[in-house]
Every structure is written in structure tokens, then in C-alpha cells.
Nanobody, 113 residues
Framework: VQLLESGGGLVQPGGSLRLSCAAS????????MAWYRQPLGKQREFVAV??????YYADAVKGRFAISKDNVRNTLDLQMSSLEPDDTAVYYC?????????WGQGTQVTVSS
């Protein structure tokens, strides 16, 4: 499956942004879909996942971010609220289907006043 992220941009601290990851095929049967992020000069890190219908979040974003999967639009979304400068990063979509790992190309999110 090919993944394409969108929705990134510049937002002020405390603001909100919604990211979307469009898949090239149906995602109904994909049991693992996640968001990761990579701040400049740092390693890529886990943000949130939907796995077998359950959602999990990194401690740093818990209560501020919400991950959702739309099986009609074939998208994985990430609603981000109360954004902080430390949320600045390139955000990537990831899926695992029958052992095959796919990544999108990423979308830049910058939180700055």
C-alpha cells in the first residue's frame, strides 16, 4: 500500500491541526496503522497507533492528539490540539499488512509564534 500524508503546516502554540494519510487501497483489513514523527536532528518516534481496533498514544501526546481510521475514505487521521513547540516535526504515516511495512513521505508540522 502507498501512503500519502497531508495537512501539515505552521501553527501557533495552543493551536490545532488535522493530519490525514491517504492510502492507495482499502484499509479495512489493515490491522496496524500508526503515526510517527521525527524532529529535526532526532530519531523518529512513535506518536499513536490503531491496532486491531484499539488506540494507543505516546505519553507526550496523550490527551491532546486523537487518531482515527476512516474505512470509507481510506484515510488515517490525526487530530492534534493544544500544540506545543516540541510537537514540531515531520509526521509520518505507517502501516503493517501481512508483514509488509509501508511508510509515507511525511508532512511537516511547525509550532511557532
Amino acid at each position: 500500500v502507498q501512503l500519502l500524508e497531508s495537512g501539515g503546516g505552521l501553527v501557533q502554540p495552543g493551536g490545532s491541526l488535522r493530519l490525514s494519510c491517504a492510502a492507495s487501497e482499502t484499509i479495512f483489513k489493515i490491522n496496524y496503522m500508526a503515526w510517527y514523527r521525527q524532529p529535526l536532528g532526532k530519531q523518529r518516534e512513535f506518536v499513536a497507533v490503531i491496532e486491531n481496533g484499539a488506540t494507543y498514544y505516546a505519553d507526550a501526546v496523550k490527551g491532546r492528539f486523537a487518531i482515527s481510521k476512516d474505512n470509507v475514505r481510506n484515510t488515517l487521521d490525526l487530530q492534534m490540539s493544544s500544540l506545543e513547540p516540541d510537537d514540531t516535526a515531520v509526521y509520518y504515516c505507517r502501516s503493517i499488512q501481512q508483514g509488509v511495512v509501508s511508510w509515507g513521505q511525511g508532512t511537516q508540522v511547525t509550532v511557532s509564534s
